[in-house]
């Protein structure tokens, strides 16, 4: 009998199919790696009632494939939030339902992306939306940024570079809103003169608003989307960070031509089931859990800004922001966090270093530190111990 042998795909593989070494996320006993929220904000009780609502309501149409957009009754929440919050004004025929935010920034980088474009980030961006961007070929270029975001000068010259290049330059992509990772919020007058440069250089601006509503100081500021009444604006947002990340819920707002191309990366309709849930509880619920939700993040927040100031003194510098749910920490040029950053995960303490939002791999000597799952005295133990764990290892000195 002739022995079997097992098939092999190597010659099959798309071209810009990586091998991923994506995995379970681990947890160090001390996690400030990943944004997870705290799970006691979490409305599990709430929503199950609410979805039990909806369901007696609406069940019978889960028998039907839904609108490739979504949910029709969450769409128009949408639409009326976006009006009031950000004075976004579109319908809900204008908006689309994704599976979280991610999808919704993987269909426009498909729709509008050919190997060798460039696209414009800050110096730092998420690294799940860098990794999508380079997955498709993209050639990304980071601008300099300061406490009030990107950099007018700044914008314009690497603009300028990729057009002596004669290269095309397909978008520019920000997190205007307390920035992963940086944490900063644009000031209007920057996002006034950002979308002048970008219009005068006929580029689309894909504004990422995921954050937007983990305000817990100051006063908000309006969306760039609201200053444009060109269709030069896309804009995305998140169910995510004020509802729970695992209901993996998010929204596209584009002209009616690029939707129409995007929507067709699109594998399916988002959960209709957790769109449900989402729309029953949040009709009646929306700002009072919002407002809970930021409470308690503010006492997190402040928590790590204070030991990070009792551990760390002079050593680094730190942000603090305003919202959302990331500090960078820098250290002295030539700490390498990137080097130590397994060594301090084996020890306890769990951070991402700055290599990994930059499109050139700068910031080993940076950090993000994540502030919104553990509860105040575990932020509090955590920081004492990433500085001890540095001292053992001669990092702070």
């Given at each position: 009998?002739?022995?079997?042998?097992?098939?092999?795909?190597?010659?099959?593989?798309?071209?810009?199919?990586?091998?991923?070494?994506?995995?379970?996320?681990?947890h160090?006993?001390?996690?400030?790696?990943?944004?997870?929220?705290?799970?006691?904000?979490?409305?599990?009780?709430?929503?199950?009632?609410s979805?039990?609502?909806?369901?007696?309501?609406e069940?019978?149409?889960?028998?039907?494939?839904?609108?490739?957009?979504g949910?029709?009754?969450?769409?128009?929440?949408?639409?009326?939030?976006?009006?009031?919050?950000?004075?976004?004004?579109?319908?809900?025929?204008e908006?689309?339902?994704?599976?979280?935010?991610?999808?919704?920034?993987?269909?426009?980088?498909?729709a509008?992306?050919?190997?060798?474009?460039?696209?414009?980030?800050?110096?730092?961006?998420?690294?799940?939306?860098?990794?999508?961007?380079?997955?498709?070929?993209?050639?990304?270029?980071?601008?300099?940024?300061?406490?009030?975001?990107?950099?007018?000068?700044?914008?314009?010259?690497?603009i300028?570079?990729?057009?002596?290049?004669?290269?095309?330059?397909?978008?520019?992509?920000?997190?205007?809103?307390?920035?992963?990772?940086?944490?900063?919020?644009?000031?209007?007058?920057?996002?006034?003169?950002?979308?002048?440069?970008?219009r005068?250089?006929?580029?689309?601006?894909?504004?990422d608003?995921?954050?937007?509503?983990?305000?817990?100081?100051g006063?908000?500021?309006?969306?760039?989307?609201?200053?444009?009444?060109?269709?030069?604006?896309?804009?995305?947002?998140?169910?995510?960070?004020?509802?729970?990340?695992?209901?993996?819920?998010?929204?596209?707002?584009?002209?009616?031509?690029?939707?129409?191309?995007?929507?067709?990366?699109?594998?399916?309709?988002?959960?209709?089931?957790?769109?449900?849930?989402?729309?029953?509880?949040l009709?009646?619920?929306?700002?009072s859990?919002?407002d809970?939700?930021?409470?308690?993040?503010?006492?997190?927040?402040?928590?790590?800004?204070?030991?990070?100031?009792?551990?760390?003194g002079?050593?680094?510098?730190?942000?603090?922001p305003q919202?959302g749910?990331?500090?960078?920490?820098?250290?002295?040029?030539?700490?390498?966090l990137?080097?130590?950053?397994?060594?301090?995960?084996?020890?306890?303490?769990?951070?991402?270093?700055?290599t990994?939002?930059?499109?050139?791999?700068?910031?080993?000597?940076?950090?993000?530190?994540?502030?919104?799952?553990?509860?105040?005295?575990?932020?509090?133990?955590?920081?004492?111990?990433?500085?001890?764990?540095?001292?053992?290892?001669?990092?702070?000195?």
């Amino acid at each position: 009998m002739t022995e079997a042998r097992s098939f092999s795909y190597s010659n099959l593989f798309a071209s810009n199919a990586p091998i991923s070494t994506r995995s379970e996320n681990p947890h160090a006993k001390y996690d400030f790696a990943v944004a997870y929220p705290d799970p006691d904000t979490l409305p599990l009780n709430e929503l199950i009632d609410s979805l039990r609502t909806a369901i007696d309501r609406e069940g019978r149409d889960l028998a039907y494939y839904p609108s490739p957009a979504g949910l029709p009754s969450l769409r128009q929440l949408v639409s009326e939030k976006l009006l009031r919050d950000r004075a976004i004004d579109v319908s809900a025929d204008e908006i689309v339902l994704t599976s979280g935010s991610g999808e919704a920034i993987l269909m426009l980088i498909q729709a509008l992306t050919n190997p060798g474009d460039v696209v414009l980030t800050e110096e730092y961006v998420y690294s799940g939306t860098l990794r999508q961007m380079k997955l498709f070929g993209s050639d990304v270029r980071s601008v300099s940024c300061d406490e009030e975001g990107l950099i007018p000068d700044a914008l314009e010259s690497v603009i300028s570079k990729a057009e002596s290049e004669n290269k095309t330059i397909k978008y520019l992509y920000t997190i205007p809103s307390f920035q992963n990772p940086l944490g900063w919020t644009m000031s209007l007058d920057r996002r006034k003169k950002i979308l002048g440069i970008t219009r005068e250089h006929g580029i689309p601006i894909l504004e990422d608003d995921c954050y937007v509503d983990l305000r817990f100081e100051g006063d908000p500021i309006t969306s760039i989307h609201s200053l444009d009444d060109t269709g030069q604006v896309m804009y995305v947002g998140s169910f995510s960070k004020i509802v729970a990340p695992g209901m993996r819920l998010g929204y596209l707002v584009a002209p009616q031509e690029v939707r129409e191309r995007a929507i067709s990366f699109k594998a399916g309709a988002a959960n209709q089931f957790a769109a449900l849930a989402v729309q029953e509880y949040l009709g009646s619920n929306l700002y009072s859990h919002i407002d809970d939700h930021n409470q308690a993040l503010r006492i997190k927040r402040d928590a790590m800004v204070s030991a990070l100031g009792e551990n760390f003194g002079s050593a680094a510098e730190w942000t603090n922001p305003q919202g959302g749910l990331y500090i960078w920490m820098t250290m002295p040029a030539g700490t390498d966090l990137a080097a130590f950053q397994q060594q301090a995960f084996n020890e306890g303490v769990g951070y991402q270093n700055g290599t990994m939002f930059s499109p050139e791999g700068n910031g080993a000597n940076c950090a993000r530190l994540c502030f919104g799952h553990p509860d105040p005295t575990t932020i509090t133990d955590g920081i004492t111990e990433l500085a001890h764990i540095m001292e053992r290892h001669g990092i702070l000195k």
